[in-house]
């Protein structure tokens, strides 16, 4: 059974970058059926998808976001990450990593809670 773990600091001060980890267990990141997917949600809102990245490297992102965004993998570690730049409060939340088959997200990360603020 695929199983996702986040890692990460829980606390990021404003205008750094926020870094976290997700790995990956009881199956492998190398595959063209799923991409790996990033998303959140702040407190009081819905779920936002952030992002995801294909094994093969290839990223897609939210607009919103994008230009704060980056995804990358390490297929060695059977991992991959986000970095959100330039954070705010208003990126407060709780981010999951999650697989993702066409949109259908069928396993999540328990998730993680991050916090922006000095």
């Known amino acids: 059974q695929v199983q996702l773990q986040e890692s990460g600091p829980g606390l990021v001060k404003p205008s750094q970058t926020l870094s976290l980890t997700c790995t990956v267990s009881?199956?492998?990141?190398?595959?063209?059926?799923?991409?790996w997917a990033w998303i959140r949600q702040p407190p009081g809102k819905g779920l936002e998808w952030m992002g995801a990245?294909?094994?093969?490297?290839?990223?897609y992102y939210s607009p919103s976001l994008k230009s704060r965004t980056s995804i990358s993998k390490d297929t060695s570690k059977n991992q991959f990450t986000l970095q959100l730049n330039s954070v705010t409060p208003e990126d407060t939340a709780v981010y999951y990593c999650?697989?993702?088959?066409?949109?259908?997200?069928?396993?999540w990360g328990q998730g993680t809670q991050v916090t922006v603020s000095s």
């Open positions: 999650v697989r993702d088959y066409s949109w259908e997200f069928d396993s």
């Open positions: 009881g199956g492998s990141i190398t595959t063209n059926e799923h991409v």
């Open positions: 990245i294909q094994w093969r490297g290839n990223t």
